[in-house]
Every structure is written in structure tokens, then in C-alpha cells.
């Protein structure tokens, strides 16, 4: 293949580099004694965030329970919900959650807090906010 077959867009990656890249972040992180959490918005691809957790990276970093749930699928089980949880979204957390996916979720304000109380009473899931 050349790269003029190629279909528009694509992402080349040089495999060898990105591994040596990872493989710096995540000594780094070591370094300083930081339970390093990738975002995966950036690349959004299971192969990649795999590499970052082979590396040592701790879980991943999400900004849709979409992602979560593309990445639990994949074998990814420490999961870091990095929005401030809306109350219409705590059952797409919970069944995450009753999957066996460590999902970690934020409450930013006291409104959130609350229905994630009132949620954990009502139907007994044990948030880890």
C-alpha cells in the first residue's frame, strides 16, 4: 500500500514511537507517585489505551458514559467518569456499575450529590464518588 491509496482521513501512527512515548508518560507518572489515569478522548482506540495499561497506567479517564461503556466492553475495568454526573445518567452508571465496571463518577455541585444519595438509596448502588 502507498500512502496516496489511503482514504481520507486517516491516522498513521508509528507504533514504536507511541510505544516509547507511553512508555516515558507512565515512568514519569512513576516518578512522582501519580496513579496515572489516561484521558481517551484524545485517541479513543482500545489498542492504545491497552498499551497505556500494560505500561502501568492505573484505569482510564472518560468523558461520556459512551466511552466507558466502548472501553468496559474491551476489558477495561477502572474507569474514571470525568463529567459531573447528571442525575438522568446515574442509571447508565449504575448498570456499568452492576457489569462489574469500576466506574468512578464526580459530583460538582450539591444537587448532584444528592440524587447520587437518593439513587444509592433507592436501587442500592454502591457509587464511588
Not at 492504545?48 to 484505569?59: F, K, P, S
Not at 472501553?71 to 459531573?84: E, N, P
Not at 460538582?108 to 464518588?129: K, L, M, N
Amino acid at each position: 500500500m502507498h500512502l496516496q491509496d489511503l482514504n481520507t482521513p486517516a491516522a498513521l501512527v508509528d507504533t514504536t514511537r507511541m510505544q516509547r512515548n507511553i512508555t516515558r508518560m507512565q515512568q514519569r507518572m512513576n516518578s512522582l507517585g501519580v496513579a496515572f489515569r489516561p484521558h481517551v478522548k484524545t485517541t479513543k482506540c482500545v489498542a492504545i489505551t491497552q498499551a497505556q495499561i500494560e505500561a502501568g497506567a492505573r484505569g482510564i479517564t472518560v468523558s461520556t458514559l459512551k466511552e466507558a461503556e466502548q472501553f468496559f466492553a474491551a476489558g477495561i475495568k477502572d474507569i474514571l467518569y470525568a463529567v459531573g454526573m447528571a442525575p438522568p445518567k446515574l442509571k447508565q452508571a449504575a448498570a456499568l456499575i452492576a457489569q462489574g465496571c469500576a466506574l468512578k463518577i464526580i459530583a460538582d455541585s450539591a444537587t448532584s450529590a444528592s440524587a447520587i444519595v437518593d439513587y444509592t438509596r433507592q436501587h442500592g448502588v454502591p457509587f464511588e464518588v
